[in-house]
């Protein structure tokens, strides 16, 4: 079984909203092969996800009221198969636990080839609904090529 992980800094908005809308978009696909996880370079572990964050995941059909932050450790790098990140300084602090992670790990927007988002998907962590929104449409828009990735192993 492959292993997909996002990251982000604190593991309750922009990387529990990936898995979990990747994970609902595999499911669709039936593709049952692919694990989807995720953790924060800045987590507490438990913490719930925000407000905010759970209710865009929600109106997106996505279900993250369960989820918990976790903190990024070198276990959870070396069983990923792929780490999507959402900005180049998570790249670079993954990459800094497990330098041979290097090959494997991509900031998001790096991954969907998207030049016109060279910096990753912004934060939107105390911020209004709708940056949360905005923040998982950004999210969503990158997530055909990691379909891709998932499709080979289906």
Known sequence: MKTILFVCTGNICRSPMAEGLLKK???????????????????????????????????????????????????IIQEASLILTMNEDHKWEVVQLVPEALEKTFVLTEFSNNTLKK????????????????????????????????????
């Open 25 to 75: 978009k595999l499911i669709e696909e039936g593709i049952t092969n692919v694990r989807v996880i995720s953790a924060g370079t800045w987590a507490y572990p438990n913490t719930t996800s925000t407000p905010e964050a759970i209710q865009a995941a929600r109106e997106k059909g996505v279900d993250i009221s369960g989820h918990r932050a976790r903190p990024l450790s070198r276990e």
């Open 119 to 154: 910096g990753g998907v912004r934060d939107p962590y105390g911020g209004l609904l709708e940056d949360y929104r905005r923040c998982l449409w950004e999210i969503e828009e990158e997530l055909p090529s990691v379909l891709n990735w998932a499709r080979q192993y289906a």
